[in-house]
């Protein structure tokens, strides 16, 4: 049956009134070459046919020793997690419409709103954005709104940002009058140093995004960029890795404290790495916390603990005005998309890690990076290219292009980390690396001993 | 309904009111009885820096009640003078003296500020009984 509620009585009035002969007609602006014409869909097929088919397509991945990063990251999952998160009260993809109707989701998502504020050490998260990348196109447009120093609408945005991150930053805001200005990173450390921001000093910039660790995994001087920035009224985005606050300075208290005020003005990032399976790319969720004098600028839903008239206590959708529902074409965002399920497990995650758990976890794939950079960067032709140092992630140089050393590996079932020799010429042969506390001795070993038979095979066929 | 209208101020069709501070053309601007009564009770309050220059009809405040937002628009060209800082801590002002301690912000305003362009407070208030038909 179709679900479509109108008559054929209606369709023929509601067409007579607008003065349309058919429903058709009102696709005549599209030409026809670009129309969709008959879309190819399969019959459907039933729960025992389609369970196959996904299980056939799954087993064409194997199950490669993955040491990829590059912003989504493979991490334990303790079991619970996903137990939980597909319970039926908590499996539904949106904060419900009748909102206050739904407490135990709105608990969920205030806990996890003062997880996250706990983690970066801001004074307020909203419920999540789609993912690493949107989060930092709206902290973009929220910095431009927000700093009442700038009228320039201009963003600098450092080439050690995540290049995926800043292209969608450009797709989503670039079209909104923003400009973003590209600053070089050091060749020697993988940084963005203070030298390559100093001919922005005393222009007007709305924000300065820093993203820490960096795309190449060095960890940035993130006390004296974030000095300029507010020295120059440049409000600063902090894009982080949730899982490295657990060791690393919460970005509120980046820099020094200045009239009462310190650290990045807003945070966001990625955060699929609190329990979130990497799932061939999605879905993820991005999170966003701020100051409270920037809260009315926030993008995205934000649940409050509030008392009801008989002074129990509840929780309530709160600074709706923001929202669309409300200010329609002003709203703080478009893009309101919020990933309840996947906020539900990364709040069930650091519930059972606590911040013991999560430090054990950053802890372990600090080691296990540092221990994965020492065995590889023994293989002949293979050497760090950054000085600088690093969190989970790092770049390797090799001696010849790293796409032909990457499918060999694959063959052997090794995923051996990102090339990038296209999005950064300049660097090289480079290639990112990542080890997690998944990666075990034996799994560096074997990735170790791998690389250096494919590089010395190829050498010897050479 | 709430819907207070003082015969010694001017009106726009956006519901401020402006009063004249001194002749020499600083003004004084506010929301009317009958906008804060529909808005509700307001939570926030955001005016424009001192120093910023408006067109008339410019968006460039903001009050906000729990479930509504609206923007305020200068109802003539100036220069912002002088704002209402108790605002930020009492937006209940707002509701509670609407033309006294309620008033959002200074203009200083040009000679060439239109001011015939404003409704007188019997004009005001044909026009809301127009408006509620």
Redesign the interface.
């Given at each position: 049956m179709a679900f479509i509620p109108h008559t054929s009585d209606d369709i023929a009035r509601m067409l007579e009134v607008i003065g349309v002969r058919s429903i058709e007609d009102l696709f005549d602006e599209i030409p026809a070459a670009l129309r969709a014409g008959t879309l190819s869909v399969p019959s459907p097929l039933s729960e025992m046919e389609i369970g196959r088919l996904m299980t056939e397509r799954a087993a064409t991945d194997g199950r490669p020793l993955n040491f990829i990063g590059a912003g989504a990251y493979e991490h334990h999952i303790p079991a619970p997690v996903w137990a939980i998160a597909t319970r039926g009260e908590f499996y539904s993809a949106y904060t419900p419409y009748q909102a206050e109707a739904s407490q135990g989701t709105l608990q969920l998502i205030y806990e996890y709103q003062s997880m996250m504020c706990a983690l970066t050490g801001m004074e307020v998260s909203n419920a999540s954005l789609y993912d690493g990348a949107s989060a930092l196109a709206e902290a973009c447009l929220m910095a431009v709104r927000s700093n009442r120093s700038s009228t320039s609408r201009r963003i600098l945005m450092p080439r050690a940002v995540n290049p995926t991150y800043a292209q969608v930053a450009q797709a989503i805001a670039g079209n909104q009058d923003i400009n973003f200005v590209p600053v070089d990173f050091d060749r020697a450390t993988g940084r963005t140093l203070l030298e390559a921001l100093k001919p922005y000093g005393g222009q007007d910039s709305a924000a300065l995004v820093l993203q820490q660790p960096n795309f190449f995994g060095s960890l940035e001087e993130v006390d004296a960029l974030t000095d300029w920035a507010h020295a120059n009224k440049i409000m600063l985005i902090a894009v982080v890795n949730p899982t490295s606050l657990a060791l690393l300075k919460p970005p509120a208290l980046w820099g020094s404290k200045v009239d009462g005020a310190q650290g990045a003005d807003i945070v966001c990032g990625e955060g699929q790495a609190l329990g979130v399976p990497l799932a061939s790319g999605g879905p993820y969720f991005g999170f966003m916390a701020t100051r409270m004098q920037y809260v009315r600028q926030m993008p995205g839903r934000i649940v409050g603990r509030t008392v009801d008239v008989e002074g129990r206590p509840g929780f309530s959708l709160t600074l709706q005005a923001r929202e669309q529902h409300i200010r329609r074409s002003k709203a703080t965002s478009n893009i309101c998309t919020n990933q309840g399920l996947m906020v539900t497990a990364a709040t069930i995650y650091m519930s059972l890690l606590g911040p013991q758990g999560l430090e054990a976890v950053a802890q372990a794939s600090m080691q296990r990076t540092a221990d994965l950079i020492a065995a590889l960067a023994q293989v002949p032709g293979v050497k760090r290219a950054f000085t600088a140092p690093h969190f989970h992630e790092a770049v390797l140089l090799l001696d010849r292009p790293p796409a032909a050393v990457l499918a060999a590996l694959s063959r052997r079932g090794i995923l051996g980390g990102l090339d990038l020799s296209e999005r950064y010429p300049e660097l090289g042969h480079a290639l990112l690396v990542c080890a997690t506390e998944t990666k075990l001795g034996v799994d560096i070993e074997s990735y170790a001993a791998a690389l250096a038979d494919v590089m010395g095979a190829s050498r010897a066929a050479a | 309904m709430s819907n207070n209208i003082p015969g010694d101020l001017k009106y726009t069709k956006s519901h401020e009111w402006v009063r004249q501070v001194q002749p020499n053309g600083a003004i004084e601007i506010g929301i009317t009885d009958h906008a804060q009564s529909a808005l509700g009770d307001l939570v926030?309050v955001?005016v424009p820096?001192v120093g910023r220059t408006l067109k008339a009809g410019e968006a460039c405040a903001v009050v906000?009640?729990?479930?509504?937002?609206s923007?305020v628009y200068s109802p003539l060209a100036g220069k912002v003078i002088a704002i209402n800082d108790v605002l930020a801590s009492k937006p209940e002002l707002l509701n509670e003296d609407p033309y006294g301690a309620g008033w959002l912000f200074r203009l200083e305003t040009g000679a060439s500020a239109n001011a015939a362009a404003l409704m007188s407070a019997s004009a005001y208030e044909t026009f809301l009984a127009e408006e509620s038909k």
């Open positions: - | 926030f955001e820096d906000e009640s729990v479930k509504a937002a923007d």
